[in-house]
């Protein structure tokens, strides 16, 4: 079954940088990824974008992140990175890693998302 799993979350100061990853697991022959993304949930909040990117790397930004953060993807071994950078306390949050797996003989897709990993930052 498909799994991603998220690492790199942790304690940060305002100001600094932390990575987070994910790697996808579990994808059948008969299915592809067909992009990935991140989101992030504070206390109290909903969750919401931070970026999404295509596996021929086309990214795409939440306006409280473009210029600070980058994702890249690395479509041979499954896996995504998050570059953060400039981090303030409102980056405070879960975050979460999100693939969106299709068929590659129907017109069927699904999200598969990771457990999370909390990113902290003090100010």
């Known amino acids: 079954q498909v799994q991603l799993v998220e690492s790199g979350g942790g304690l940060v100061q305002a100001g600094g940088s932390l990575t987070l990853s994910c790697e996808v697991s579990?994808?059948?022959?008969?299915?592809?990824?067909?992009?990935m993304g991140w989101y992030r949930q504070a206390p109290g909040e909903g969750r919401v974008l931070v970026g999404r990117?295509?596996?021929?790397?086309?990214?795409n930004y939440g306006d409280s992140v473009k210029g600070r953060f980058t994702i890249t993807v690395d479509s041979a071994k499954n896996t995504m990175s998050l570059q953060m950078n400039s981090l303030r306390a409102e980056d405070t949050a879960i975050y979460y890693c999100?693939?969106?797996?299709?068929?590659?003989?129907?017109?069927?897709?699904?999200?598969?998302w990771g457990q999370g990993t909390q990113v902290t930052v003090s100010s």
């Open positions: 999100t693939a969106n797996i299709a068929s590659t003989f129907i017109n069927f897709s699904r999200d598969f």
């Open positions: 579990g994808i059948g022959s008969s299915s592809r990824i067909a992009d």
């Open positions: 990117i295509t596996m021929d790397s086309i990214a």
